[in-house]
T-cell receptor, first 113, second 112 residues
Framework: EAGVVQSPRYKIIEKKQPVAFWCNPI?????LYWYLQNLGQGPELLIR????????DSQLPKDRFSAERLKGVDSTLKIQPAELGDSAVYLC???????????FGPGTRLTVL | GENVEQHPSTLSVQEGDSAVIKCTYS??????FPWYKQELGKGPQLIID?????GEKKDQRIAVTLNKTAKHFSLHITETQPEDSAVYFC???????????FGTGTRLTIIP
């Protein structure tokens, strides 16, 4: 069975440019998470979806970050405009319900110049 | 909110020796404590977990202990091997607000 798929794996952009990350969760997993992982730190939750509904987006900086999960499967996380401080790894995870094990994708490493 | 502290930040042990990583948490409502292993270029992978009604759990060379009173939990790896080299994260989960809070990680290096 395929794991969580993320693309791109790496992205380098100039500051003020927009960027988007894509995530395909494990088949059948209705809960999807986006995490931010700064260098040398643990992942921090940005947003959690139950099916297509964002049930926890309290940590998402809504002035520049947005996310969507159309049809309750794939998800896209967008940053517009990107800032230097956004350089980090963006991890997607999925689970069968929020009480079960979270499976992580390999992440997208973003570098903002 | 929950705060999880993890020590040490780096740990080097000789192959075959044991490694211990310790974490503390602040929210007494947290009741599930997973440990993740993250290898270079990969996402975190669950290696063992423990629930608040259990004091110790073991899976082959890996064991986790939990002291709810002191809000401490620890990961023990015995007979370490080179493939154990990675970054390890502890985490605390609160079933009430459904939030998983990670520690800051421990970079474990096994010296052959």
């Amino acid at each position: 069975e395929a794991g969580v798929v993320q693309s791109p794996r790496y992205k380098i952009i100039e500051k003020k440019q927009p960027v988007a990350f894509w995530c395909n969760p494990i088949s059948g997993h209705n809960t999807l998470y986006w995490y931010l992982q700064n260098l040398g730190q643990g992942p921090e939750l940005l947003i959690r979806y139950e099916n297509e509904e964002a049930v926890d987006d309290s940590q998402l900086p809504k002035d520049r970050f947005s996310a969507e999960r159309l049809k309750g499967v794939d998800s896209t996380l967008k940053i517009q405009p990107a800032e230097l401080g956004d350089s980090a790894v963006y991890l997607c995870a999925s689970s069968q319900g929020s009480y079960n094990e979270q499976f992580f994708g390999p992440g997208t490493r973003l570098t903002v110049l | 909110g929950e705060n999880v502290e993890q020590h040490p930040s780096t740990l080097s042990v000789q192959e075959g020796d044991s490694a211990v990583i310790k974490c503390t948490y602040s929210d007494s409502a947290s009741n599930y404590f997973p440990w993740y292993k993250q290898e270079l270029g990969k996402g975190p992978q669950l290696i063992i977990d423990i629930r608040s009604n259990v004091g110790e759990k073991k899976d082959q060379r890996i064991a986790v202990t939990l002291n709810k009173t002191a809000k401490h939990f620890s990961l023990h790896i015995t007979e370490t091997q080179p493939e154990d080299s990675a970054v390890y994260f502890c985490a605390a989960y609160n079933f009430g607000n459904e939030k998983l809070t990670f520690g800051t990680g421990t970079r474990l290096t096994i010296i052959p």
